[in-house]
């Protein structure tokens, strides 16, 4: 009987310190400052790396690039007119469109040129905005970061996320 009650004994602990429930992989919920902490950490890298390749990228160039405050860069290669270009008025450029790693995505050549009102919405931000400092005439070179291109998707086409575009336009004078 002894041997019974030790066994007992012994089965009746196995089944207490086995029905203990210990969490597996239990993570702590993270809080919205954490998570806000952590997004604008991997955003500041991001801005980081896109501002260095941009950098890289002039200076194998030889840019003499004007930086807006959004963080665009332009240079005039050719000075056309006189006439500023402004919002609502319609341009039409031709173009080549790069990566920054220097691949031909889109071309005036191939795709057509393009058309469009400034301040309407219908381009790349950054495009739009590089409209303001243009004149009618203008060859220019254009470098949009991510955040004024196609974002954090690309296009759904041949730009991918995240991509930072070189612009090389014409922009066409009508008068």
Excluded: W
Aim: net charge negative; proline share 2%.
């Amino acid at each position: 009987m002894k041997t019974y009650s030790k066994c007992l004994i012994l089965l009746l602990l196995m089944v207490f310190f086995s029905c203990e429930e210990k969490p597996k992989n239990q993570t702590t919920p993270v809080s919205k400052g954490e998570m806000k902490s952590s997004m604008e950490t991997a955003n500041r890298y991001l801005l980081a790396e896109e501002e260095e390749d941009i950098a890289n990228y002039v200076k194998r160039h030889g840019m003499d690039v004007v930086s807006t405050g959004t963080g665009l860069r332009y240079q005039i290669l050719k000075k056309g007119s006189d006439r500023l270009i402004g919002k609502g008025q319609e341009v039409c450029l031709e173009y080549e469109l790069y990566s920054i790693a220097g691949d031909l995505i889109y071309s005036s050549e191939k795709d057509g040129v393009k058309k469009f009102v400034v301040g309407n919405g219908a381009v790349e931000s950054g495009l739009d905005e590089a409209m303001a400092y243009m004149h009618y005439g203008d060859v220019a070179k254009v470098i949009i970061p991510f955040h004024l291109g196609y974002g954090l998707h690309g296009d759904d086409n041949k730009i991918p996320g995240y991509a930072t575009l070189v612009y090389s336009i014409k922009i066409i004078d009508n008068q």
